[in-house]
C-alpha cells in the first residue's frame, strides 16, 4: 500500500527474543555427534521460493491486512499486523473500519497460514488495537473524522520483542516492544510522532489469549525528529545487550542497552557513533553529516536479525533476512560477526508477484523453518489487491558441511 511506502522511507542478553532468535537444529540421537549443515557462503537458493498461501483467519471473514512479523512468548506465537481492514462474514461482508495494528495467535505451528484472533468479534465489531491509543489520541482521531479529515494515528510495531530475562517461565511471562507512531492523511503518512515502549505480559502463561500490551514510559522516547529506535528490528544477543536496528530515511542506525534494564528509561541506552564506540547521547544533524554510525546494513528495509551460531556461516553467527528500502520485491541475506557488523549482504532472488503489487515487509520465522535442510520460512506483504495481504513461503538455501540431509 502506497502509505507503508512512505512509512518505511520516513519512518523507517543471554534470553533470546524468541521471534529473532537461535532455534538448535542439533540431530536428537546422542552418538556420534555431528554438526549441523551450514549456510554455504555467499547464499543461494536451491529453488525458486516457495508460496503457501496468504494468511487467513480461521473465520470465514475477510481481513486484508500487512506486515506479518511473528513473535513468541511463553511459547506461544502470535503475528503482529499493520492496517487491518475488517469486514462481517459472508455473503454480506460489510466494511466495519479500518485497525492501525493487531495481534493475532497461529494456533497450529504446523499450518503457518492460518490465524485466529484473542477474542470472539460481534458481526459488526471490528478487531481492536493490540497497541492502544491514548484518550489524547482517540480524541485527535475523533475530531479529524468530525471535520471530514481522512486522518488517523497509527502505532506501527515492526521490530519484533525482547522478552524480559527470568519471567518466561515465572507467573507472568514479560516483553518489551516499540512502536513506531505517526499520522496518516489519504494513504501517506504526512507526520512521525516518534519511537514508544510497550510492555507485553501474559497473565496466564498457559493461556495464549491472555497477552496484553501496555504503553509505558514517556512518549516518544527520544527526540521524534531523529532516528525511531527500534523500528526495524531488535535483538537480544548473548553478550547480555538489545540491539535496535533502527531506519531513518535512507540511513539505518543502531543502538543498544543491557537487556536487564528498563528499555522505558532514555538514560540506559547507548547509540554507536562513526567513531565505533558506543555513546549516551547524540543530536542532530543526522545521516552523512552527523556523528551517528548511519550505514548499519545500508539500504536494507524491513527485516529481522537473527542469532543462528549453528546455521550462519562459522565465525559470523548474526544474520539479517529481508529486503532493501527500494521495493523491489527481493530478498537479502546478511551475515555478521556483531549485530553492528560489518554486514555482508546479499541479494538472493525475487518473490513471487502474486497479485502483482509491491512486495515489502519480509520477516523470517525460525519456528517454521527447518535450517538443518537448509529451510527458512519467510512472509511478505503483497498490495497487489484493496487492502494488502501477507504471503508465507519457504527458501530453500544450499548449505555445506555437517551431514547433509536426504530430499523427501
Same mark, same amino acid.
Given at each position: 500500500m502506497h502509505k507503508l511506502k *512512505?512509512?518505511? *522511507?520516513?519512518?523507517t542478553s543471554p534470553t533470546k527474543s524468541a521471534s529473532d532468535s537461535h532455534i538448535s537444529s542439533q540431530p536428537q540421537h546422542?552418538?556420534? *555427534?555431528h554438526q549441523p549443515p551450514r549456510l554455504r557462503w555467499p547464499p543461494a537458493l536451491l529453488s525458486p521460493p516457495l508460496t503457501l498461501g496468504p494468511i487467513l483467519d480461521t473465520s470465514p471473514r475477510h481481513y486484508p491486512r500487512d506486515f506479518g512479523r511473528s513473535i513468541q512468548l511463553s511459547g506461544h506465537t502470535y503475528y503482529l499486523f499493520g492496517d487491518t481492514f475488517c469486514f462481517s462474514s459472508p455473503p454480506s461482508q460489510n466494511f466495519l473500519g479500518v485497525t492501525n495494528n493487531t495481534i493475532a495467535l497461529v494456533p497450529d505451528l504446523h499450518t503457518p497460514a492460518k490465524s485466529t484472533w484473542l477474542q470472539e468479534y460481534g458481526e459488526e465489531e471490528r478487531v481492536e488495537e493490540f497497541v492502544s491509543y491514548t484518550e489524547e #489520541? &482517540? #480524541?485527535m482521531c475523533r475530531r479529524w473524522k468530525e471535520e471530514g479529515k481522512n486522518k488517523r494515528i497509527v502505532n506501527w510495531a515492526f521490530g519484533g520483542?525482547?522478552? /524480559?530475562p527470568n519471567t518466561q517461565t515465572s507467573g507472568c511471562a514479560e516483553a518489551w516492544m516499540f512502536y513506531d507512531s505517526g499520522e496518516t492523511l489519504e494513504a501517506s503518512v504526512i507526520h512521525g510522532r516518534g519511537i514508544g515502549v510497550a510492555k507485553l505480559s501474559l497473565s496466564s502463561p498457559s493461556n495464549p489469549n491472555t497477552i496484553v500490551c501496555e504503553r509505558t514510559g514517556p512518549f516518544p522516547l527520544f527526540d521524534p525528529t531523529g532516528p525511531s529506535w527500534g523500528n526495524m528490528s531488535i535483538l537480544s544477543a548473548p553478550d547480555g545487550y538489545t540491539y535496535l536496528l533502527t531506519g531513518r530515511d535512507l540511513d539505518n542506525y543502531i543502538a543498544?542497552?543491557?537487556?536487564?534494564? *528498563?528499555?522505558?528509561?532514555?538514560?540506559?541506552?547507548?547509540?554507536?557513533h562513526k567513531d565505533g564506540h558506543w555513546h549516551p547521547h547524540y543530536s542532530p544533524p543526522y545521516g552523512p553529516l552527523g556523528s551517528l554510525a548511519h550505514d548499519i546494513l545500508a539500504g536494507q528495509g524491513q527485516g529481522a536479525l537473527l542469532y543462528l551460531p549453528d546455521f550462519a556461516p562459522e565465525g559470523k553467527p548474526y544474520v539479517w533476512v529481508g529486503c532493501s528500502k527500494f521495493l523491489t520485491g527481493r530478498v537479502w541475506v546478511g551475515v555478521a560477526e556483531r549485530p553492528e557488523g560489518k554486514w &555482508? /549482504? $546479499?541479494? $538472493? %532472488? #525475487?518473490?513471487?508477484? %502474486? &497479485? !502483482? !503489487?509491491?512486495?515489502?515487509? $519480509?520477516?523470517?520465522? /525460525?519456528w517454521g523453518s527447518r535450517l538443518e535442510r537448509g529451510e527458512v520460512m519467510v512472509s511478505w506483504s503483497d498490495d497487489g489487491t484493496m487492502g494488502g495481504k501477507v504471503l508465507v513461503g519457504v527458501l530453500r538455501f544450499e548449505t555445506e558441511g555437517g551431514e547433509g540431509c536426504a530430499d523427501e
Open positions: *512512505s512509512a518505511f *522511507s520516513a519512518m546422542q552418538a556420534p *555427534s #489520541e &482517540e #480524541e520483542i525482547a522478552p /524480559v543498544r542497552l543491557l537487556t536487564s534494564s *528498563s528499555f522505558a528509561d532514555p538514560s540506559n541506552y547507548t547509540f554507536l &555482508e /549482504v $546479499v541479494d $538472493v %532472488g #525475487e518473490l513471487p508477484r %502474486g &497479485e !502483482g !503489487g509491491n512486495r515489502y515487509c $519480509v520477516y523470517p520465522h /525460525v
